[in-house]
Nanobody, 123 residues
Framework: QVHLVEFGGGLVQAGGSLRLSCAASGRSFSRNAMGWFRQAPGKEREFVADISRNGDITYYANSVKGRFTISRDNARDTVYLQMNSLKPEDTAVYYC????????????????WGQGTQVTVSS
């Protein structure tokens, strides 16, 4: 069992930055890859970013590539999402998730999910 809690959401103007954090407890954090997803109102949950167990491999959705950076600190059992140059279309609830399977980017490959944190970008 892994328990995930996201922090850092809020309201920001377009062009601004936010840093999301996701703290993990339970099963050893460093054993699992981690990902961020988001869900906007009326839309399906979509993949944002993924990071390997030791942080050496990352993947990003095309929509956030070059603007968002995923990182992790295994000593602190925490994964981060640095979001720069935010756009109104980035507005969504952001979720972190733990992945034990090989298929990054597919929600079905992620075993445990946080409760989500709201990010709102005003124009």
């Amino acid at each position: 069992q892994v328990h995930l809690v996201e922090f850092g959401g809020g309201l920001v103007q377009a062009g601004g930055s936010l840093r999301l954090s996701c703290a993990a407890s339970g099963r050893s954090f460093s054993r699992n890859a981690m990902g961020w997803f988001r869900q906007a109102p009326g839309k399906e949950r979509e993949f944002v970013a993924d990071i390997s167990r030791n942080g050496d491999i990352t993947y990003y959705a095309n929509s956030v590539k070059g603007r968002f950076t995923i990182s992790r600190d295994n000593a602190r059992d925490t994964v981060y999402l640095q979001m720069n140059s935010l756009k109104p279309e980035d507005t969504a609830v952001y979720y972190c998730a733990s992945r034990s399977g090989p298929g990054w980017g597919r929600a079905s490959e992620y075993d445990y999910w946080g409760q989500g944190t709201q990010v709102t970008v005003s124009s």
